[in-house]
């Protein structure tokens, strides 16, 4: 493999592994600060991308516009979710959370099937990243996949900063560690799991949005993806914001290379990768110790 | 006067009635049990099946050899999980004399494996799965369709002799289909001297291609050879495409990647070679006939898939005729059909000794919306059927 080759297949791997970041980092936020297993987090990757097959006829090349009314619908889901279903899953063990919200899974199909039917969809990327500049004489990279990487980047740091040094990050991370203390400051310990919640579910929702011009909107692409960030999450340590971050790329990047190296055994390699690292440190990379 | 043509008339109408009475060998209906997809990705596929083979039966007058056809219906939503089920219900509990099905390769398989066990009469009139007309071959086991091996071998053989490739890159989906197709495409390439220099996969049905295209790229074939179909096939050849591959390397496919899909697909698709056993713009007598009635019965354009169920029709009628409607004749049934020659719209084809089509696989490019006909890639091809001992 030549240096070009190389370099391609890093930006490949990159633009891969911070899409699931994107939806890794809400699942190890609702897993981390309310404790609940959330089987249906995928189903907001699906239910953002079935958004933007629905709404980028509407809005045209308008589409950061799209993806601000995206999150704004996803967000109001996820509010309205957290209030009449998760709010009710934090006091309840873990069984029970996974056999919830497996229920939303097929209730979410469903509903897809039903609105949408089960057709493979594609979506448009607006004109104004349409096409692809040459690299080299190798090949051209689709602008679309650039600017793909460069929202997931913009996110990425603006969640850490928002978990790290701003006043509701603080509250997140302490009602993560402890809500009874935080509960006893007199902040509302309630409000703030909604808020969690409702910035997970547009987080993932953001993803399957942006995902939908590169991947295409088919029925059951939330179990694949939900699957993939499960490793993710397990691999960077449960609950750990950057650690979802590391562990997003290490998966890309073995993703990615293993189509190409290890074509007949490329499903396997993220999941060695996993059980690797796991030996190495079972509580993740990034995790803290229980 | 009037009397008199009543009298005749009603005298015309007792005779035919008595020589309907005494020439019915069977008077009760033949059960014909469609299974096919209804629902899902492939649904369009299961009712273009549908309407073909009905469409055949009302050209007959409703009667398949004197027959009256009741249809019983089940969805298979292409799910191999659900098959033996599926069959069984259209065996045990309606009890067909026959079962037309599938799409799904791996739903077919299973079929095959119950209609073999049961000897249930089973026409596919679709799925390619090498070993529905290989291994699992059977005397009441018939495919008006294709096998996977013949509709990717001819264009192996094309790409090398005519279009003078020397290197291949093939790329699928990791399952049997994908597999076979590909398989089938190296066979008939290095026959002809060519080298398959390297064979990429995607799991099914995912549509993430962008690694695999780089690495096309880096490789530098003389040639791609893909297999996709439905909303993968209009993904990939958008994506090749967009990657830029398209003005360095041509892509060549079996006819699935630009069947039904090259409204979605637009310029991406434009000057593709495929290869499948029918086209767009045949222009016989034949398939100008099919292709008015079907869109004046459906209000819908036939496909490759309506000539198949179309077909399926057409081999359960020849074989009935031969055993008068006594469907229990296995053996004198599977010995005219062949014999026969069906007059199929995609062009006239005999069964081969594991029943499976031997027909022309044609070369088509992409002008326009259509596949139309640039050559014939292989002449009344027959399928090797590899572990059939019929």
């Known amino acids: 493999m030549d240096i070009g080759t190389f370099l391609v297949q890093c930006l490949n791997s990159v633009q891969y592994g911070l899409l699931l970041f994107l939806v890794a980092s809400g699942l190890t936020l609702i897993f981390g600060i309310m404790g609940v297993i959330n089987l249906a987090h995928g189903s907001f990757y699906m239910i953002g991308a079935y958004m933007a097959f629905a709404l980028s006829p509407l809005f045209g090349d308008q589409f950061l516009v799209m993806l601000l009314a995206g999150i704004a619908l996803a967000a109001v889901l996820g509010y309205l979710l957290e209030w009449a279903f998760f709010s009710y899953l934090y006091q309840r063990d873990h069984l029970q959370q996974v056999l919830m919200t497996y229920g939303l899974i097929l209730v979410f199909e469903e509903l897809r099937s039903l609105l949408v039917g089960n057709d493979v969809h594609g979506v448009k990327a607006p004109a104004w990243l349409d096409g692809s500049f040459a690299l080299g004489e190798l090949m051209s990279y689709p602008w679309y996949r650039l600017f793909a990487s460069a929202a997931c980047i913009v996110l990425a740091v603006g969640l850490y900063w928002v978990v790290n040094r701003t006043r509701l990050g603080m509250m997140v991370r302490a009602g993560a560690s402890n809500r009874d203390m935080v509960r006893g400051l007199g902040i509302d310990i309630r409000r703030l799991y909604r808020i969690v919640f409702a910035a997970g579910v547009a987080l993932a929702a953001l993803a399957g949005m942006i995902a939908a011009p590169m991947s295409s909107v088919y029925p059951n692409m939330g179990a694949s993806v939900l699957i993939i960030c499960f490793v993710v999450v397990v691999i960077g340590g449960i609950g750990s914001i950057t650690g979802a971050l590391v562990a997003s790329l290490l998966v890309g990047f073995v993703d990615t290379f293993g189509k190409v190296f290890f074509a007949e055994i490329s499903g396997m390699g993220v999941y060695l990768l996993m059980a690797g690292i796991l030996i190495w440190r079972p509580e993740g990379l990034m995790g803290r110790k229980a | ?390």
């Not at chain 2, 008199?4 to 007792?14: E, K, P, Q, S, V």
């Not at chain 2, 469409?55 to 219906?73: C, P, W």
């Not at chain 2, 091996?149 to 399952?175: F, L, N, P, R």
């Not at chain 2, 199929?344 to 002008?367: E, W």
Request: glycine residues 10%; contains cysteine; positive net charge.
């Open chain 2, 1 to 390: 006067m009037t009397s008199r043509y009543a009298r005749t008339a009603f005298a015309a109408l007792a005779l035919a009635c008595g020589a309907t009475a005494g020439t019915a060998q069977t008077t009760d209906k033949l059960k014909v049990g469609l299974m096919l997809p209804f629902s899902g990705t492939f649904s369009a596929l299961g009712v273009a099946i549908e309407n073909g083979f009905r469409l055949h039966v009302a050209e007959q007058g409703g009667k398949l050899a004197g027959r009256e056809i009741e249809f019983f219906k089940v969805d298979d939503e292409s799910d191999p999980a659900k098959a033996t089920d599926n069959v069984n219900k259209l065996i045990k509990r309606d009890g067909v004399d026959v079962i037309v099905g599938t799409v799904h390769s791996g739903v077919a398989t299973a079929m095959a494996r119950a209609a073999k066990q049961s000897g249930t009469l089973l026409i596919v009139p679709n799925a390619g799965a090498d070993a529905v007309t290989g291994a699992l071959c059977a005397q009441n086991i018939f495919r008006s369709s294709f096998s996977n091996w013949q509709s990717s071998y001819g264009m192996g053989t094309v790409a090398a002799k005519q279009e003078k490739k020397k290197t291949a890159v093939t790329i699928t989906w990791k399952y049997a289909a994908g597999d076979e197709m590909t398989e089938a495409f190296k066979e008939g390439f290095e026959k002809e001297g060519g080298k398959v220099v390297k064979q990429l996969t995607v799991p099914f049905p995912n549509v993430e291609f962008q690694a695999l295209l780089t690495e096309i790229a880096a490789t530098k074939p003389d040639v791609v050879f893909a297999f996709f179909a439905g909303g993968g096939a209009v993904k990939f050849v958008k994506d090749y495409a967009a990657a830029g591959l398209n003005k360095v390397t041509p892509l060549y496919g079996s006819g699935f990647l630009t069947d039904g899909t090259l409204e979605a697909q637009g310029d991406a698709a434009q000057g593709l070679l495929t290869t499948l056993h029918y086209a767009d713009g045949l222009n016989t007598p034949r398939d100008n006939a099919f292709r008015t009635a079907y869109a004046k019965s459906f209000k819908l354009q036939p496909d490759v898939y309506a000539v198949q169920g179309y077909d399926a029709a057409q081999i359960l009628a020849t074989g009935l005729k031969a055993v008068k409607g006594d469907i229990a004749k296995k053996a004198d049934f599977a010995a005219a059909v062949q014999k026969a020659t069906i007059d199929s719209p995609r062009g006239p084809f005999t069964m081969s000794r594991a029943h499976n089509p031997v027909q022309d696989i044609y070369l088509r490019k992409v002008d326009g919306k259509e596949n139309k006909v640039v050559g014939v890639a292989a002449k009344a091809l027959a399928d090797p059927a590899r572990g059939c001992k019929l």
